[in-house]
């Protein structure tokens, strides 16, 4: 078992920018960590996803360019840095890991954080 908690959260102007934490416990991330995101009313997205031991990194395009995606293996956490925000990024941020290669699919994960709300306001 992993348990996954987020942290970082919180209420920023457009423009703005915010990091986000997860950190594992119980065991390490698997071989694939993931943020995705869900907004009031919408379906749960996939934000970007790191390669537990190696350097690839996978991007939403709504995202390229303004969200990183890094990982400390030795604190057993993931980072998901996040500048140039919109107000469309508001949105309840999940981190999620998991052993299959579909790192991008919410139903492809093994285990989830139970998220932390960013709220951009214009």
């Known amino acids: 078992q992993v348990q996954l908690a987020e942290s970082g959260g919180g209420l920023v102007q457009a423009g703005g920018s915010l990091r986000l934490s997860c950190a594992a416990s119980?065991?390490?991330?698997?071989?694939?960590a993931s943020w995705f995101r869900q907004a009031p009313g919408k379906e749960r997205e996939f934000v970007t996803s790191i390669k537990w031991s190696g350097v690839a990194t996978y991007y939403a395009d709504s995202v390229k360019g303004r969200f990183t995606i890094s990982r400390d293996n030795a604190k057993n956490t993931m980072y998901l840095q996040m500048n140039s925000l919109k107000p469309e990024d508001t949105a309840v941020y999940y981190c999620?890991?998991?052993?299959?290669?579909?790192?991008?699919?919410?139903?492809?994960?093994?285990?989830w954080g139970k998220g932390t709300l960013v709220t951009v306001s214009s």
């Open positions: 119980g065991r390490t991330f698997s071989t694939y």
């Open positions: 999620a890991t998991t052993r299959s290669i579909t790192y991008w699919a919410p139903n492809g994960m093994d285990y």
